[in-house]
């Protein structure tokens, strides 16, 4: 990665010289800091130096070295030479060419060549024989053109040497990572795709069928198109944070970053009203953090704010929303423990100390508040409790043993009572899908019925006679007054007026449930005939409880259940390890180098 050649420390001082040039409108690449000869103005940057050590927080032989860096940096690449923003990449080489290390190297290419050819004049310049171009923590591939894999003109690669047949291999490994990286998202995504397209009128012992819940797990109603994006969305989500805690985050943050694609499509009215998108968010930033991926410092900050504004959307200004729902928000306090700690390292990067302190200071609050002691987790083990549901107890009731216990029975009483209904109801859709089919109305009619209402089967046979009379009195001209009231630019009012039996207030609500446009499965109903129009001896009722899917659908839905949590507070479960060693390390960067340059 590029942080193995420039450290984040390094980073760290240049961000915070930046800021402090920046402020006094300091231009190093003009007198007294450079000469006419482009050569430094010793003197001047040694009295920078001076001033700016104090408030950095490090010596001044560390802040003139930085300030040369910055400096050779702007004259190689200000204004005056644009022959760097134009046609340049900058190369970071082995340390071991000091000649070559001590100063900035750029290397003037089109885009438009293969980086073998890069990699060769490299090799022909530098005498470096056997060599991988790194560029934001990714190998490039030589067969490739450097345009192809978002190479920009100012873009920064690392110089990796290898011996030959590691270089072989190391190629074969990439590729082969990346291979397999594709494969995973596309498997995931076809897993979830068949498991969005079922309705739950199949026999549940047989068909697996994700239902969408809120906080409490009772089922929410999402208009049809929506609910595929978000099953996707959620998904590609639960996929990423199964990778997460296997330390795999590349292969993690593909996931997160489909899973965010797809959360768009569900509209920002239901992002702004559920915490799953800013948990993603923080999820996406976390993976950030562990690949040392400081190119999307800018792209972080966008996504810790999306992820502040949308908890106090959902929670409330003091969580007070949260309260009411469940009782307690202390579960929910470990992701703001991770928002802080990435909002002080986004803050320390940049060389903002005040904001990154304060940030630091609300994270170590929180966690002293959420850290466990281990003796009270062996007493629920021992009581028979899971180490997660443990946890989770002990931080709903503020580490009291005693209503933990309490509360995790309760929980999984209501789990459990869930679980009942939703079987039951699972049962009754099959059986009234399986007593319309044997009306005569076909599987899709019988099945769009039971949906709408909820099960109900006399009042999915009610909606079909409805549906069925509606179907053939079409030629009946609605009120044009009806019509008028539901003129919205691209609406459909006669259609929603219709499914609605001329019910102003009812096709209002179906048009702002679904944004305006009808989806097709509105726009064709499935309107009841009084005869089944699929064969009764389809492959449905062949007998294997895939209900027809190939077999290697059926391997896909099964591999991506097992990345599905049984607890649905498992994204609240966190062992806190990896935040405490984050913290001590920020703390020895905002702390330690104040202490050691008094």
């Not at 979830?192 to 009128?201: A, M, P």
């Not at 929410?220 to 994006?229: E, F, G, N, V």
């Not at 509209?267 to 999820?283: C, E």
Request: charged letters at 25%.
């Amino acid at each position: 990665m590029l942080t193995t050649l420039q450290t984040m420390a390094e980073l760290h001082i240049q961000e915070k010289l930046v800021n402090l040039l920046n402020q006094g409108n300091i231009q190093l690449r003009n007198p007294p800091y450079t000469t006419d000869d482009s050569e430094a103005g010793q003197q001047s940057l040694q009295e920078l130096a001076v001033n700016y050590a104090p408030i950095v927080c490090i010596s001044v032989s560390e802040v003139a070295s930085a300030l040369e860096s910055l400096r050779s940096q702007a004259v190689k690449s200000g204004m005056g030479n644009k022959t760097y923003g134009e046609t340049c990449v900058e190369l970071f080489l082995p340390k071991d060419l000091k000649k070559y290390t001590k100063k900035n190297n750029y290397l003037e290419t089109q885009l438009d060549v293969l980086a073998q050819d890069i990699m060769d004049r490299i090799t022909e310049q530098y005498g470096l024989q056997y060599i991988q171009l790194i560029f934001k923590g990714k190998t490039l591939t030589p067969e490739k053109r450097l345009d192809e894999q978002n190479v920009k003109n100012k873009s920064k690669m690392m110089v990796l040497r290898v011996s030959a047949p590691e270089r072989k291999n190391q190629m074969l490994a990439v590729e082969e990572e990346k291979k397999m990286q594709d494969q995973s998202v596309q498997r995931t995504q076809r897993g979830f795709q068949i498991l969005s397209e079922r309705d739950g009128t199949d026999d549940p012992a047989t068909t697996p069928f994700l239902e969408i819940t809120d906080q409490k797990g009772n089922p929410l109603k999402i208009p049809h198109s929506k609910k595929k994006a978000l099953i996707l969305a959620m998904g590609f989500h639960e996929k990423g944070r199964a990778l997460m805690k296997r330390k795999q985050y590349e292969t993690a943050l593909g996931h997160l970053v489909q899973a965010d694609d797809q959360f768009v499509k569900c509209g920002s009215k239901l992002l702004n009203t559920v915490d799953n998108y800013a948990v993603l968010q923080l999820d996406i930033v976390w993976c950030y953090r562990a690949l040392e991926a400081l190119s999307y410092l800018d792209d972080g900050k966008r996504r810790l704010q999306i992820a502040e504004d949308c908890f106090h959307n959902c929670y409330g200004d003091q969580q007070q929303r949260l309260m009411k729902i469940k009782g307690n928000t202390r579960g929910e306090e470990v992701l703001f423990l991770r928002l802080y700690l990435l909002q002080s390292i986004l803050a320390h990067m940049v060389g903002n100390e005040r904001q990154a302190t304060q940030k630091l200071k609300q994270a170590e609050d929180l966690y002293e508040r959420l850290c466990l002691n281990p003796g009270e987790i062996k007493a629920l083990k021992d009581l028979g409790f899971s180490e997660q549901e443990a946890r989770l107890g002990l931080r709903a009731c503020h580490g009291n043993v005693g209503e933990a216990m309490l509360h995790i029975t309760h929980r999984r009483k209501e789990r459990e009572d869930m679980k009942q209904k939703e079987s039951e109801k699972r049962r009754m859709c099959v059986e009234g899908l399986a007593t319309l089919r044997a009306l005569g109305y076909s599987k899709k009619d019988a099945a769009w019925a039971l949906l709408q209402t909820d099960g109900d089967m006399d009042g999915a046979y009610r909606m079909l006679l409805d549906s069925a009379a509606r179907t053939n009195n079409t030629e009946l001209p609605i009120s044009q007054s009806k019509v008028e009231q539901l003129t919205y630019p691209g609406c459909e009012p006669e259609v929603a007026l219709r499914l609605t039996g001329e019910n102003v207030q009812g096709a209002t609500q179906l048009l702002q449930d679904n944004q305006v446009v009808l989806p097709p499965e509105l726009l064709s109903p499935s309107p009841a005939s009084s005869l089944s129009e699929e064969p009764s001896t389809t492959s449905e009722s062949a007998g294997s409880g895939s209900q027809g899917e190939a077999p290697t659908d059926v391997d896909l839905v099964n591999e991506v259940l097992e990345d599905i949590p049984i607890h649905e507070e498992d994204y609240l479960d966190l062992t806190l390890e990896e935040e405490s060693e984050i913290i001590d390390k920020m703390k020895s960067y905002l702390y330690k180098n104040c202490a050691s340059s008094n």
